[in-house]
């Protein structure tokens, strides 16, 4: 049974750090955190199913495709829902205009998708259900490529050190002469396509369920609390961290106590750390 | 005063006229409220008194969401424990049963409290993490009522409260809740024309600049979830005796959207605005019952375009009066004169001592050694060229920064550092670099937040508006409009503050300042952006406040201003005392020439 | 709209008719409003999908054979989406802005615990589909009536087969954290204790939750012998079945009829994944080895075959739709008025009323209409038109 909760855990966990990651990407360009990020991760799931399930496209194009619908959602969030409040950041409208876009992607998957869960189907033909099935390997080994991508992207790219300079400092950046409207956009593409791949490769384990959003966006979100805003690694490890001790709570209570023992956990460690548990530079504020 | 004349209208006391005006959409909906029972049948009373339900809700929500901008977007769970709370409680499967109006003290109570436990980590957390724990708790308390059973009835749930003769019947109810809404709206509108209302909205539009004014942004908002939780909980008990059986899934996640997005669509620091938000989404659906699948989704799309396109919301709509173009050529013609009504006794004679004050930011020494003494009836120049640390010292004396060595003293106190909102105590008051406005509030508002500390009233009395809470008002208006007309901004009392040319801010900023009869004014550039005109008169302005007793720190780059009305010039560099003395003495300073008046 | 529409001209050609049979009172030709609180939409729309269908057929069928007693039958359909405030307000309307006779639905259980005293205190007739006990009260709701099994009847079902049929001793219990998993559970457990056996394991389970496994694995070592599960969510049920055969534990899973539905279906990884699952069904929806249905149910599924879609609903769900229609058009065809107290007479007087669904017996201080013999259990993956075979073990 040990390794079933290392399957499942490292695979939810997985998961979660890749939404947290997303989190990250969307604030490092633009500090807004999006209520979007879960439904980027519930459309992965959808449009996996749809593509490769019910159009029976083969799985490589049914990725690709995703990854390109989820791209789009994201720069569709960045051009609606954030870039016009950009300018009034302390108001924190942005909370109210991406909860407001995400119900609207909820709601419409719910009516002209389904309300049921539905079936995500096997993408390499390795199965058997057991810790081994490639429903848990997928999510890690998307969540490893993440990693590895990311890496490569900001450390080895022109592109990829613009990202990083904006993350430090907007307005240095822009005084610099980088292109800072583009590379924001980039960053919600690039967090979209995360997102759809974190959807697509958990599609086995969560389904095509158009209620996983606001799932994702909670246990999306408590690697970003406890790993500190921004900071990717503190995000991955909370992240894995999460998965494995969820799943091993559900082994060892189970039913809805483990959601009470989740979010009780998550609300003290952020009382007691609101800067995350790795740290981040308190802000001035006069 | 010719500008006075053109605008007769004065500041403080509106005209009883004016009041009654805006008394008339509420009546009209009161009115249309008690007719609706007799010219339409019980479907129609059914979803009046859900309105008027979701209204007691919304209406002490709003000033959570609407007034002090704290998204609570999970503010069902309360419904939920209220509900919950008079079924259980009434049913007596738990304890014996109990009388309804015990039950329903018991809502209240348990409402506020959860209230208070949802609300807490607003004082800690930002915005977005904030939304994110109300969420969390929404979803969990209904995972608790499914799995306690025995309390709760788990899925099957419980039957809700059977309220006695005369409320048994569907009038009878009906009128119960709209008297019950129309008693909330009374006080909401109580609370938001009192000083805590207006110390919300500085929380959540100038949060440091109500601290500066000493309103202690914890104890508020403490009260604000108190208050909000415990009509939450009545108004769970009231939704479960209309639903007659209560069950987790009639508490679902649309319905806190509703309440939510029933405020921000009304515009926030309304109550009018989400009172006819309230009612028209409540109706809504039923209206469009063929829409009742896309009704989420429609509520949402209305949210965004709202955010987008009117952040104000209906409040901003029907704000006519903003519309109205103000004059184009006014300027600002302080009255000093009046000072004298302001300060009617000489502040206490002791100085500000800063003594060896360390501050560090990393690596870096902002603050490096200062010694630095603001006399009491003096005005004290500081400056010194950029990142030289005049504006971090005037934190430290505020109680933004803690120095890492060193003390600040008024007499024999030490301020404590870290406690920007024990400074307005001690006779501190300042102005700031940016102007920190409330840009929804009108300019007499913006100054009444001033002089928070001066009012006597609990926020139980404002509630009520007791005799204390209307004395203060009337207290704090008079003096709000002596500071206006002091400053020469009694003509602009009625406008939203976000109209204002840069250079009225600054001196709104003073007005706001003197409401709170300084001992000490520190002013961070206040002369940034003004004319040539209006830096006159700002001088004669603050030599005049001076006269009064009162010690004066001005952080200014104008050295005309500077050595035409100082009595004492400290030059900063590094962090370090570069000079310090008269202005003479400071101008013919070999350091201070070379470096920074460059010759 | 189609429908009123219909109903319009059909309603006109009928007026003409019922002259001859000197019907006067002006009263006596307007339709029979019927108020259908359906959740149509939303997560639990299944079910009222279903009954929506043979709701419509039997309408259409009377209406087009001249109406009751010359009188049409309006439909007054309102989406209650499970929402039980939504469902309060729609029964609300329908008493008192359509004046409806009589109401068929809601048709989940949260929504009718709201509605029914709402009814009761309109006196309105009604007419329900839900399964919870404490909806058919004749003393405080003397207004309504089940046509469907009550969890009562359906515990005592699925105990008497785990254990008398099949001859299991230990059971697991599980359900989803809804309201009717949690509840579920614990009436399901204690029907199985009273039956001389023994509950090792009872939880509940998030639908949500991605994997199984370590729940499955708390019931095996628990040394359960079979796995009783109450849920609607097909995604759960399948991965309860999917991990039960990783594990490679072969001990048979009864409960909720939607185990039996085309979704699970789809979710297993393997089709015999879906074998040794036994859901509850009805006698008069089960078909034998000879894959016939009773005969009066084999004729009208022969009938509707090609005008109502059945693969992707359950039979019995469609029949209750069509007796709904029909016991209210046969109380008014026989008393001859929509008088609220007459047509609850004429309920309260059926002893075995033949419906297709079961044969309905009420009495003034019995409202629940099916008897414990039309439960039966059948085979999960069996689905044919909406009807499932017989589980082994009855005659």
């Known amino acids: 049974m040990l390794p079933a909760i290392l399957a499942s855990g490292l695979a939810m966990g997985s998961i979660y750090a890749m939404m947290g990651v997303v989190y990250n990407v969307m604030f490092s360009a633009s500090r807004v955190m999006s209520f979007t990020t879960g439904q980027l991760g519930m459309l992965g799931g959808v449009l996996g199913a749809a593509f490769v399930g019910i159009l ?26 954030v870039r016009p409040v950009l300018d009034k950041l302390d108001q924190h409208l942005y909370v109210l205009s991406t909860l407001a876009l995400a119900l609207m992607i909820q709601q419409f998957v719910a ?5 049921e869960p539905q079936p995500f189907p096997q993408l390499i033909g390795f199965g058997g259900g057991g810790p081994t099935d490639e429903k848990f390997w997928l999510p890690v080994l998307a969540c490893a490529v993440t990693v590895v991508g990311l890496e490569l992207l900001f450390r080895h790219t022109l592109v990829g050190r613009a990202f990083l300079a904006i993350s430090e400092d907007n307005y240095a950046a822009r005084a610099l002469g980088l292109p800072e409207r583009r590379l924001r956009m980039a960053s919600y593409a690039l967090a979209g396509m995360i997102g759809g791949l974190a959807g697509f490769a958990s599609g086995q384990l969560l389904l095509a369920f158009f209620a996983n959003g606001p799932y994702l966006n909670f246990y999306g979100f408590v690697p970003v609390a406890l790993g500190g805003l921004g900071n990717n690694r503190g995000a991955i490890i909370s992240g894995l961290l999460l998965g494995l001790v969820q799943q091993a709570a559900h082994f060892t209570f189970g039913g809805v106590f483990t959601s009470v023992a989740v979010f009780a956990v998550f609300i003290v460690a952020l009382l007691a750390a609101p800067q995350g548990l790795f740290g981040q530079p308190k802000q001035r504020r006069v | 005063m010719n500008h006075t004349a053109s605008t007769p209208r004065p500041a403080a006391a509106p005209a009883l006229g004016h009041t009654l005006l805006k008394l008339i959409p509420y009546a009209a909906i009161l009115a249309v409220a008690l ?17 008027a339900i979701y209204w007691v809700l919304v209406s002490a929500l709003n000033l959570v969401v609407g007034f002090a901008g704290q998204l609570a977007i999970g503010w069902v769970a309360l419904l939920t424990l209220g509900a919950y709370t008079t079924s259980v409680l009434t049913a007596g499967t738990v304890l014996p049963p109990m009388p309804l109006l015990v039950a329903f003290a018991a809502a209240a109570v348990v409402g506020a409290l959860a209230g208070l436990l949802v609300g807490l980590p607003a004082l800690r957390l930002r915005t977005f993490y904030f939304a994110m724990t109300t969420l969390g708790f929404a979803t969990i308390t209904t995972q608790i009522a499914l799995a306690w059973q025995d309390v709760t009835g788990g899925g099957i749930g419980i039957p809700g409260p059977w309220l006695p003769s005369p409320f048994d019947n569907a009038l009878g109810f009906y009128l119960l809740c709209l008297g019950l809404a129309a008693v909330l709206t009374w006080m909401t509108a109580n609370v938001a024309r009192s000083r805590f209302g207006r110390g919300l909205v500085a929380i959540r539009d100038a949060e440091v600049a109500a601290e500066v004014s000493g309103i202690s942004k914890p104890a508020l908002l403490v009260a604000v979830f108190l208050f909000s939780g415990a009509a939450a909980g009545v108004a769970g008990g009231l939704f479960a005796t209309l639903q007659s059986y209560i069950s987790p899934e009639a508490f679902t996640f649309d319905l806190s959207v509703l309440f939510f997005i029933a405020i921000l669509i009304g515009g926030r620091g309304s109550i009018l605005g989400p009172l006819i938000a309230t009612i028209v989404l409540t109706w809504l659906p039923e209206f469009a019952a063929p829409l009742v699948v896309w009704s989420t989704f429609l509520y949402a799309l209305l949210l965004l375009v709202i955010v987008l396109a009117v952040p104000g919301g209906i409040a901003a709509m029907l704000d006519f009066g903003s519309r109205r173009p103000l004059a184009r050529d006014r300027a600002v013609v302080p009255r000093e004169e009046l000072l004298g009504a302001l300060f009617t006794e000489r502040p206490a004679s002791s100085a500000i001592v ?5 501050l560090s930011f990393g690596a870096v020494r902002a603050i490096d050694g200062l010694d630095l003494t603001i006399d009491p009836g003096e005005v004290h120049g500081l400056i010194g060229p950029n990142g030289s640390g005049k504006t971090t010292t005037l934190n430290v004396i505020c109680g933004f920064y803690k120095p890492d060595t060193g003390t600040v003293r008024v007499g024999d106190d030490v301020l404590k550092p870290g406690e920007p909102q024990h400074r307005a105590e001690v006779g501190i008051a300042r102005t700031f670099q940016t102007p920190r406005l409330i840009g929804e509030s009108t300019v007499l508002e913006n100054v009444m937040v001033g002089g928070d500390t001066s009012g006597r009233a609990t926020f139980a009395e404002a509630l009520l508006n007791l005799p204390r809470n209307h004395a203060d008002e009337v207290m704090l208006r008079e003096r709000a409009d002596l500071a206006l007309r002091i400053v020469g901004l009694e003509a602009l009392a009625g406008v939203r503050a976000d109209r204002l040319q840069h250079s009225e801010l600054r001196f709104m900023e003073i007005a706001r300042a003197l409401m ?14 003004l004319s040539g005109d209006e830096i006159a008169r700002l001088g004669s302005l603050i030599e005049s406040v001076s006269r009064h007793g009162v010690g004066v720190l001005l952080v200014e780059h104008h050295a005309d201003l500077i050595f035409k009305i100082c009595h004492h010039v400290t030059v900063l560099d590094l962090g370090r005392v570069l000079a310090d003395g008269t202005p003479d003495e400071v101008r013919t300073h070999e350091d201070v020439v070379s470096a920074y008046l460059g010759g | 709209m189609r429908i009123t529409r219909r109903g319009f001209t059909l309603g006109a050609a009928s007026l003409a008719a019922s002259t001859t049979l000197a019907r006067p009172a002006l009263a006596q030709s307007e339709p029979i409003r019927v108020g259908w609180l359906a959740a149509l939409t939303g997560p639990s729309s299944a079910p009222a999908i279903g009954f929506d269908r043979g709701v419509h057929y039997a309408t259409d069928a009377i209406n087009a054979a001249g109406g009751v007693n010359g009188r049409q039958i309006e439909l007054v359909v309102r989406d209650t989406q499970g929402d039980p405030t939504k469902a309060v307000n729609a029964a609300q309307e329908m008493i008192s802005r359509a004046r409806v006779h009589a109401i068929w639905g809601p048709t989940n259980s949260g929504e009718s615990l709201a509605t029914t005293p709402i009814m009761a205190r309109a006196g309105v007739p009604n007419v329900h589909p839900c399964f919870v006990d404490a909806l058919i009260d004749t003393k405080r709701y003397p207004n309504a009536f089940r046509m469907a099994p009550s969890n009562t009847q359906i515990d005592n079902a699925v105990g008497d087969y785990g254990v008398k049929i099949l001859g299991k001793k230990k059971f697991a219990v599980i359900g989803d954290t809804t309201g009717y998993g949690t509840t579920t559970v614990k009436s399901s457990s204690a029907a199985f204790e009273a039956r001389d056996s023994e509950v090792v394991y009872a939880g509940t389970i998030e639908q949500t939750q991605p994997d199984v496994t370590s729940d499955m694995l708390r019931m095996k070592n628990a040394g359960a012998e079979a796995i009783a599960i109450w849920t609607v969510s097909p995604g759960l049920i399948s991965r309860i079945l999917n991990t039960r055969a990783n594990l490679d534990w072969d001990v048979p899973v009864i409960g909720h009829p939607a185990m039996g539905s085309g979704e699970v279906g789809r979710l297993v990884d393997k089709p015999e994944n879906w074998s040794n699952a036994y859901i509850l069904g009805f006698r008069n929806t089960s078909y034998g080895d000879d894959g016939k249905l009773p005969d009066h149910v084999q004729a009208f599924v022969d009938k509707i075959k090609s005008e109502i879609d059945l693969d992707d609903t359950t039979l019995w769900w469609i029949l209750d739709g069509v007796d709904s229609i029909n016991i209210i058009a046969d109380a008014v065809r026989e008393t001859g008025t929509t008088d609220p107290k007459d047509i609850i007479g004429y309920w309260n007087a059926q002893a075995d009323y033949p419906g297709l669904f079961a044969s309905y017996t009420f009495s003034p201080d019995q409202h629940n209409g099916l008897s414990p013999e039309d439960l039966v259990m059948s085979e999960a993956n069996s689905q044919k038109y909406g009807a499932y075979k017989l589980a082994p073990g009855y005659e």
């Open chain 1, 56 to 81: 029976g496209l083969p799985a490589i194009v049914g990725l690709v495709l995703t990854l390109a619908c989820c791209a789009l959602v994201g720069i569709v969030t960045e051009v609606v829902a």
């Open chain 1, 111 to 115: 009516i002209e998708w389904s309300t």
């Open chain 2, 35 to 51: 007719v609706l029972p007799f010219i339409a049948n019980d479907y129609w009373v059914l979803i009046a008194t859900r309105a």
């Open chain 2, 354 to 358: 800063l003594k060896d004050v360390v």
């Open chain 2, 516 to 529: 709170l009869q300084p001992r000490f004014l520190l002013l961070d550039e206040p002369a940034a952006g």
